[in-house]
């Protein structure tokens, strides 16, 4: 028990698919995080979330959609995808988004795309 | 320059060594760094925090950080097969304190 929960564990989709991945954490944390893994990459940033509130947006192309409706739910929303952005697909969070405190992430999301 | 380099791997080590897992960063004003452990399959899981230079230690773990020279080490005593694993390095960059990883590094420890 991780503390972080996400679903679906695994996720195949077509291009023209639309699909959501959800993430709930009960840690009590403010802030939640996307991140994507992909073999042979670090980990990669993609949106972070601090009292329901983006502050980080790392360039990550418009097919991917993340939406916080409060301090414990995260989603995000896929549409059109693409083969490369086949991944494992991250969910953490943290007490605070400073930096400080340690992450905790979810079990994650494989996703293929086909 | 990458923010964060973890040495090229894999490691491997007998059981019953000290693994030495070694990682440097580029931004001089890191203050948080960490050290996470994930099994093939898994999500990472948190093994040591340090803010501050010297040695940090936890059972068979000790973290040691020095930011004069900007690296951070993991040192695992007495290695065990259990310990097989990635082990990612991380370090808040930038103003806006940013967690970056390292590419991670497989270790794994012989029988």
């Known amino acids: 028990e991780t503390g972080v929960t996400q679903t679906p564990r695994h996720l195949v989709m077509g291009m023209t698919n639309k699909k959501s991945l959800k993430c709930e954490q009960h840690?009590?944390?403010?802030?939640m995080y996307w991140y994507k893994q992909s073999a042979k990459k670090p980990l990669e940033l993609m949106f972070v979330y601090s009292l329901e509130e983006r502050v980080e947006n790392n360039s990550v192309p418009s097919r991917f959609s993340p939406e916080c409706p409060n301090s414990s739910h995260l989603f995000l929303h896929l549409h059109t995808l693409q083969p490369e952005d086949s991944a494992l697909y991250l969910c953490a969070s943290s007490q605070d988004s400073q930096g400080h405190s340690p992450l905790h992430f979810g079990n994650g999301t494989r996703l293929t795309v086909t | 320059q990458k923010e964060v380099e973890q040495n090229s791997g894999p490691l491997s080590v007998p059981e019953g060594a000290i693994a030495s897992l070694n990682c440097t960063y580029s931004?001089?004003?890191?203050?948080?760094f960490f050290w996470y452990r994930q099994y093939s399959g898994k999500s990472p899981e948190l093994i040591m925090s340090?803010?501050?230079?010297g040695d940090k230690e936890d059972g068979r773990f000790t973290a040691q950080l020095n930011k004069a020279s900007q690296y951070v080490s993991l040192l695992i005593r007495d290695s065990q097969p259990s310990d097989s694993a990635t082990y990612l390095c991380?370090?808040?960059?930038?103003?806006?304190?940013?967690?970056?990883f390292g590419k991670g590094i497989t270790l794994s420890v012989r029988p």
């Open positions: 931004d001089r004003g890191s203050q948080s």
């Open positions: 991380a370090v808040t960059t930038g103003a806006n304190s940013k967690l970056t």
């Open positions: 840690l009590g944390h403010n802030a």
């Open positions: 340090i803010y501050s230079n």
